[in-house]
């Protein structure tokens, strides 16, 4: 007692009074009278409005309708309405901060709730048991802060649509627990804590104000404000009401549990249960604050584990990642951006890395817009010696000065292939090319582009600059040039990859196949600078050269024309005609580019008696001599001496007019306007679509099929990529093969204006999940079937995008064609007859070409084939499918982004030998209309026909077998390149051909670059670059017909199980339309010329 009186006297010495329950009891039943009887009205003024609406539709209601709907009524109403929605449509404008007043209005409400906080926060020093008289000068500035949001409380209300969802939002709930109290304050002349604690709840407002102010800009920042704000306002709110019900104590009890603990203590305690540390120091004695921490400490659970660490996560971050890059003077860097994942950075720094292993002097900065998961950072932290990550976007100029685009030696955009969406994925990297060419004109871009037609939105660019080494690696160009190759050479599409992957992982081959196959994989394109002792040479006597004394197989050169000013372009095995100057670029098949070296060391005066190749080596020899080794000296080298110079003359003589008489043509083909591709008249669509009930009208032979899977709804494939290759303008009409195309109609409806101007392409509705349909296309006289993957699907498994590829492939797989063991006549001799065992009926496969999106589901397709001796558990490119030319996945397409980088010559090659003649860099010199053979027009002869192709011959069967000796590949290549013109540059070997096994399942694969030694074996087939004039058929008389197909023969005990089998396989080729090789079309067409060589 006698401290409370105490406390009375004090309290009234400094202007406090004590309060009794019963002022407490009307400071806190304004605040709930109000929120509730407002309730209230509101729900009966919402029925009472629909009562009066459902009543309208009746007649007669009474005299308040008949009012309601007088005329004076309804004109004042309606200027009220009017009047009423302008007024409405204004406030709203200001509310939301649209215009000056506006936000100056918000700022200002959020402004004085912080400062009625603040006046909270000092009152709340007093006890709570105690009332401020008017005598303290916070009272009245309190009020008048009240006051101001009772103004902006009625402005909300009024422009609010739904009344009753305005009265129960957050901020009203606020102004309505704290507003009236004021009023109560003022009457009683006396002030009290009550509920206005429940003002901290305003700091939700924080991130709108910071973001009204500009003061944040970031998503970063944006995140971590709302944070803040969310913990702020739920801390100080709690603690409000646990200083409120411990200082006040329990109702039912009157106090006698209550305890004195001031505003601090109540956040230290709140604190404390938050962080679920609790010391115990300080504790809640009442029921009502032990009943509110039993509830808030699950909140504080939810609250501490997401809000908190997400907190520091982005405050560590924002250093950590958002600072700029530090240029050095005399370190190289390049920029990475676009599709920054763990799948993508790892395929490019395997691939990037590899380039200069061990001597990497070029650091990494990846730009990416979202920040790394631990996976990348684990990744960016084993690498850290030379990559390092910024977060940024390459959309906005900042973070582009942050990385320092203008320093950089290139910009690379990373695609993403397994996208849902190829046309966005595009555009956005587009608009990145876009944002770095305003940004810096100089820079230099290397971008992924997924979709065919959208890289034409690139060379627009007013900066863009083929000179400075902006280049475009199109994957749908690339993906399905490599399918068309292989359908038109079995195996070729291997072949090509192959130069282009590397192995590094240690594998121990158990088959001899395997060691040959794991051996060819080491070689790779590469280029070298010519020696000056080359010049005035010709090609063929380079290459020999450089194959005997160098062990190097030189298969192209740059080459400048002297027609066309500053143009200059890569040539396929050229003719003798054209003579090698100085300074000029090769390019080679080797293993590593110390041997290449070799080609520019080489001096004829120190290096002519010297044939160990590592002993050509830089000489210092000031005069190179021009003298030169004789080319029948050194052909007789390269042979082993088997052959005499008039022997020689004789069978070139022949083989002269051979060519000669096979040149000739009844009348001039159509090509397009570059003279690039066969052209006809566009088709209508109806004239090429089949039916299946109309199979005899339609008997097709030593065609292509291609399985297409895809609805009017699926992205464009670029299906145009797939035919160009396949009617390139060095074939002849006579040798074109025809397309048919399996698949949905209305998908086809969107590719046929891109392919109506090339001739012999048919289509057929229907799937090839169905044998009915297989059937129809004659699919047992096919020469290659091509199932092309479809686009991927939204939110599909990476598992199983390759679905529909791989149940055809098992449907296809499981057909047998049986083949008789009658002897066929001229016009039946195949490719490779293995009928080795006379008596026994064979099955043939069908030749198939599977695209695998994902490269891991490869052993899906090892199963179907049934091949053995391939590699467990290892990539696809050590597969025995793949070896054998019958799958091909894209995915080492990401490989080319750092081989355009280091050296783009190999880039332009890989695009010429694939897309049929025409690259991205010669597009600008072909008029687009044209090219694509749109228009009316068209021509029957260009320069640009005259290309070498690559083909498949035997040794047995074409004119290979003139060629004498050929026990070795070496033998082989310097006969055929000096009699014939031909390059040989692979063989397609047959698996266990050594052995002849009748019981294995067998198949052929592919060698690179074989050894000069190596042993041929008389049913290898020969890759080679064959020159356009070149007839290869061996024509005995008339018992000799051209070569076609590649068939996978199994035994028939192996097969008895097989779901159907066809009848006795005919003649695959048309007596009318009579094949003159199988071959592979590719360019020989000049390109322009912008680097210094870089390898």
Known sequence: MYQAKLQEENGEEFGKTTCTSEVQAAFILSSFVTFFSGLIILFLCRLLWRIIKKGGNFQGTGFVLDFLSSGSFHSSTLRRLYFYGVFRDRIEMLLSAQTFVGQVLVILVFVLSIGSLIIYFINSTDPVGSCSSYEDKTIPVDLIFNAFFSFYFGLRFLAADDKIKFWLEMNSIVDIFTIPPTFISYYLKSNWLGLRFLRALRLLELPRILQILQAIKTSNSVKFSKLLSIALSTWFTAAGFIHLVENFGDPWLKGRNSQNITYFESIYLVMATTSTVGFGDVVAKTSLGRTFIMFFTLGSLILFANYIPEMVELF???????????????????????????????????????????EINTEIVFLGEVTPSLELETIFKCNLAYTTFISGSALKWEDLRRVAVESAEACLIIA????????????????????????????????????????????????????????????????????????????LCTFLTSL???????????????????????????????????????????????????????????????????????????????????????????????????ALF?????????????????????????????????????????????????????VTRRTLLGNTEQEPDKLDGSGMFHWCKAVPLEMVTLKRSEKSKHDFRNHIIACIFGDAHTAL???????????????????LKDIVFLGSLDYM?????????????????????????????????????????????????????????????????????????????????????????????????????????????????????????????????????????????????????????????????????????????????????????????????????????????????????????????????????YCLGILCVG?????????????????????????????????????????????????????????????????????????????????????????????????????????????
Not at 460 to 489: H, R, Y
Not at 604 to 620: F, M
Not at 717 to 735: D, I, K
């Open 316 to 358: 560590a971050n924002k250093r950590k990642y958002t600072s700029s890059y530090e240029v050095v003077k005399g370190k190289k860097f390049i920029v990475v951006c676009g599709n920054i994942t763990v799948d993508s950075v790892t395929a490019f720094l395997r691939n990037f890395l590899r380039h200069r292993s061990g």
């Open 416 to 491: 993403n292939p397994l996208c849902s969406d190829l046309h966005a994925e595009d555009t956005s990297n587009i608009m990145r090319v876009l944002s770095i060419k305003n940004y810096y004109p100089k820079t230099r871009v290397i971008i992924q582009i997924l979709q065919s037609h959208n890289k034409d939105f690139l060379p627009k660019i007013p900066s863009w600059n083929w000179s400075t080494g902006d280049n475009i690696i199109c994957f749908a160009e690339l993906k399905l040039g490599f399918m068309a190759q292989g359908c038109l050479v079995p195996g």
């Open 500 to 598: 282009f992957v590397e192995q590094n992982k240690k594998i121990s081959p158990k088959q001899t196949w395997q060691k040959y196959f794991l051996n060819s994989l080491k070689n790779k394109i590469l280029t070298q600078r010519l020696s000056d002792d080359f010049a005035g040479m010709s090609f063929p006597e380079v290459s020999r050269l450089c194959f005997v004394k160098m062990n190097l197989m030189l298969i192209a050169i740059e080459y400048k024309s002297l027609f066309q000013s500053g143009y200059c372009g890569l040539i396929l095995n050229p003719p003798a005609q054209i003579k090698l100057r100085k300074n000029t670029l090769g390019f080679f098949i080797a293993e590593s580019p110390k041997e290449v070296k070799r």
């Open 602 to 654: 080489y001096c004829a005066t120190c290096h002519s008696d010297v044939y160990n190749p590592e002993l050509i080596e830089k000489c210092d020899c000031k005069s190179k001599s021009r003298h030169h080794l004789s080319d029948q000296g050194l052909f007789i080298i390269g042979v082993g001496g088997g052959w005499r110079l008039k022997e020689i003359e004789k069978k070139l003589k022949k």
């Open 717 to 735: 494939m670029g299906l145009r990529n797939f035919v160009m290759p396949l009617r390139a303008s060095n074939y002849t009409r006579q040798e």
């Open 749 to 977: 409806q969107k590719e046929w204006r891109f392919l109506r101007n090339f001739p012999q392409i048919y289509i057929l509705p229907g799937s090839a999940l169905y044998p009915a349909d297989l059937q129809a296309l004659n699919i047992e006289k096919c020469s290659m079937c091509a199932i092309l993957a479809p686009s991927s699907k939204p939110s599909s498994s990476q598992t199983l995008v390759d679905t529909e590829t791989i149940m055809a492939t098992l449907n296809i797989g499981s057909l047998r064609i049986v083949t008789s063991t009658e002897k066929h006549s001229t016009k039946e001799v195949c490719l490779l007859d293995f009928r080795d065992y006379c008596g026994k009926s064979k099955y043939r496969r069908i030749p198939t070409l599977t695209e695998l999106k994902n490269p891991s589901n490869i052993h899906f397709i090892e199963q179907i084939d049934g091949l053995e001796g391939n590699f467990t558990g290892t990539s696809l490119h050590l597969s025995a499918s793949f070896s054998t030319g019958a799958v091909f996945s894209g995915n080492f397409l990401d490989s080319l982004l750092a081989t355009a980088f280091y050296n783009y010559h190999v880039l332009e090659l890989l695009q010429m030998l694939v897309t049929g003649g025409v690259s991205s860099q010669m597009e600008q010199h072909l008029d687009k209309e044209k090219f694509t053979g749109l228009t009316d027009s068209y021509s029957t002869y260009s320069s640009g026909r005259m290309r070498c192709k690559l083909g498949l011959l035997s040794l047995e069967q074409t004119i290979l077998s003139d060629i004498q000796p050929r026990t070795t590949f070496g033998q082989l290549f310097c006969g055929s390149l």
């Open 987 to 1095: 063989l397609y070997r047959m698996i266990d051909e050594e052995a002849r096994n009748p019981e294995h399942k067998r198949g052929v694969f592919v060698i690179t670059r074989p050894a000069n030694d190596l042993n041929l074996l008389p049913s290898d087939l020969v890759f080679c670059a064959i020159p356009f004039s070149t007839v290869c058929e061996k024509k005995d008389g008339d018992s000799f017909q051209p070569i076609h197909e590649v068939e996978n023969i199994v035994s028939r005990e192996s097969s008895m199980n097989a779901n159907l089998s066809y009848p006795t396989a005919v003649d695959p080729v048309s007596e009318s339309t009579p094949q003159k090789l199988f071959s592979s079309v590719q360019s020989m067409e000049v390109k322009p010329s912008f680097f210094s060589e870089t390898q």
